[in-house]
Nanobody, 120 residues
Framework: QLQLVESGGGLVQPGGSLRLSCAAS????????IGWFRQAPGKEREGVSC????????NYADSVKGRFTISRDNAKNMMYLQMNSLKPEDTAVYYC?????????????WGQGTQVTVSS
């Protein structure tokens, strides 16, 4: 079964950090671009970050630039989102996704999401 599973979400105070992880099973991530998305209550899902299959290209939403870092470990079949200087507006369900075209375009597989809550 092809699956992505996120972990690492939780409750954190403003200014704090979290590291989200996404584990792939049933397929290898080597040739996939990997993206992180989030959806806050009452809002549409938005793209947060993406890293190409080669790892040579990354992009970030303006709202997270300089605070979030996307990375991948193909040997472990894992991807990560390091989130620093968290703000209340970062509160959302975060999803990882994999794009078989390798270019951060259409996504074939999605995780079930992990909740991130930033609050004092």
């Amino acid at each position: 079964q092809l699956q992505l599973v996120e972990s690492g979400g939780g409750l954190v105070q403003p200014g704090g950090s979290l590291r989200l992880s996404c584990a792939a099973s049933g397929f290898t991530l080597d040739h996939y671009a990997i993206g992180w998305f989030r959806q806050a209550p009452g809002k549409e899902r938005e793209g947060v970050s993406c890293i190409s299959s080669s790892g040579g290209s990354t992009n970030y939403a303006d709202s997270v630039k300089g605070r979030f870092t996307i990375s991948r470990d193909n040997a472990k079949n894992m991807m990560y989102l390091q989130m620093n200087s968290l703000k209340p507006e970062d509160t959302a369900v975060y999803y990882c996704a994999a794009d078989s075209m390798g270019v951060c375009a259409g996504y074939d597989y999605w995780g079930q999401g992990t909740q991130v809550t930033v609050s004092s």
